[in-house]
């Protein structure tokens, strides 16, 4: 049986080193072992953005892009988002088992019991003006919160940890639903805990104006199962970057917000939104796709850094989508997209590049449908996103093998240099 190590000959030096292997990996600080002379540091590897660096072990999310697999605790995506409400899901994601009845009852009682956002907090969200971007105000309301909760800095217990989880779950939703009526200039609706979650997010968004429908309130939940978690992205390596500190989780949860307000990540369904009415009409297709190949313009939605396969998400949100319409009626945007899909699905220009739909495509026509204006999407994605946050945030602070998070650089400035003078310059 062929043995589990890597043997590396540097041929600076003639010597051989032997590496072992685990789950497919090598730890980097193995490779610390090679050097030119005692006085060196050691080899380090060099990954920019991080393209072939596992940081952690993790339990929640397996994701096989090349085959276009997403799973949560070993669940396929398709098969939560068909069967399973939000809230549990979202103890899937953060427990690691599916609850029983009575189980996901308490897990709902007890987020449901901490629905009352602090009148400080409140006050945060009324002091922007109304053309502030919501994300924006989420990200200052989520922190404020953590200055509420001088107990959640307690993170070495699992009691109090648990109930900042609670919190968060309770609270992240109606914070955005805070926002919304304040950029609208509407009074604040309070939650009404008898509601299920996205019931209660509907009725405070738009009590007065509509009854949340179960449709539209179906379609918020399996947006927000699909958006749950998705491994090591750019926002939850943030999440676990700033909890190795052992910052409180609403600091942790702000910060993993701010990374999600960047266009690469949460805000790229608002730009597929663009592209669509950039374009028009299907008769515009054409001249667009022409555009993309010359270099002219983006394919917004499509392409992912995981997914090499059709995403998983795009199948599910594209199904949602008629089951909205049939609610609110036709987005004349859908045929639009329904048709780019196709030509791009069909052209082997983006089948060369794999250039397959991801979940940004049609999520933003879907949101925009249930009456949320562009601003509001990634806020949106970051209700969802929380339990993905709080379970790798939980996760990390367990795992023994993690410190707080200090990546190496290579240094390229200047050699050591003595002072000059002001009058010698």
């Not at 019931?199 to 918020?220: I, K, Q, V």
Request: hydrophobic share 40%; aromatic share 10%.
């Amino acid at each position: 049986m062929p043995s589990e190590t890597l043997t590396i000959t540097d041929n600076r030096t003639g010597k051989t080193y032997e590496i072992p292997i685990a789950d497919g990996t090598v730890r980097a600080i193995d490779l610390r072992q090679i050097k030119t002379s005692p006085a060196d540091f050691g080899l380090m590897p060099y990954d920019p953005a991080f393209m072939n660096t596992a940081a952690c072990r993790s339990r929640v999310t397996y994701i096989d892009g090349d085959a276009g697999v997403l799973e949560y605790r070993g669940y396929p995506i398709d098969q939560l988002a068909e069967n399973a409400s939000f809230l549990e899901t979202a103890y899937l994601v953060f427990y690691g088992e599916l609850p029983t009845r009575e189980q996901l009852a308490e897990w709902t009682s007890s987020i449901a019991a901490q629905v009352a956002v602090p009148e400080s907090v409140k006050r945060v969200i009324a002091a922007f003006p109304r053309n502030a971007h919501p994300m924006g105000m989420f990200i200052a309301a989520i922190a404020a919160l953590s200055t509420e909760y001088p107990e959640a800095k307690r993170i070495g217990d699992r009691g109090t940890r648990l109930r900042q989880v609670f919190r968060l779950m309770a609270q992240v939703p109606c914070v955005a639903a805070f926002i919304y009526r304040h950029l609208h200039g509407l009074p604040i609706v309070n939650p009404d805990p008898e509601l299920s979650y996205s019931a209660n997010f509907l009725h405070m968004l738009f009590a007065g104006s509509r009854a949340p429908s179960e449709a539209l309130e179906r379609a918020l939940d399996v947006l927000f199962i699909l958006h749950a978690d998705h491994e090591q992205n750019c926002s939850t390596s943030t999440m676990r970057m700033v909890g190795s500190s052992h910052a409180d989780p609403y600091s942790c949860l702000a910060a993993a917000s701010a990374a999600l307000y960047g266009p690469l990540h949460g805000g790229a369904n608002e730009a597929v939104l663009v592209m669509l009415r950039e374009i028009g009409s299907t008769d515009h297709i054409p001249a667009f796709i022409a555009k993309v190949k010359n270099g002219d313009g983006r394919l917004m939605g499509f392409g992912h850094r995981v997914y090499k396969n059709y995403d998983p998400r795009a199948r599910i949100i594209k199904r949602t989508a008629d089951e909205v319409f049939e609610v609110t009626g036709r987005n004349p945007l859908l045929d639009v997209a329904v048709a780019l899909e196709k030509i791009a699905l069909e052209d082997e220009y983006f089948i060369k590049r794999k250039l397959y739909p991801n979940v940004d495509f049609y999520s933003g026509i879907i949101y925009e449908a249930l009456g949320f204006p562009s601003e509001m999407f990634t806020v949106l994605f970051a209700i969802g996103r929380t339990i993905g946050w709080l379970a790798q945030w939980e996760e990390m602070l367990g795992d023994s093998e993690q410190k707080i998070g200090r990546p190496r650089q290579i240094y390229m400035g200047p050699p050591r240099r003595n002072f000059i003078p002001m009058a010698d310059r």
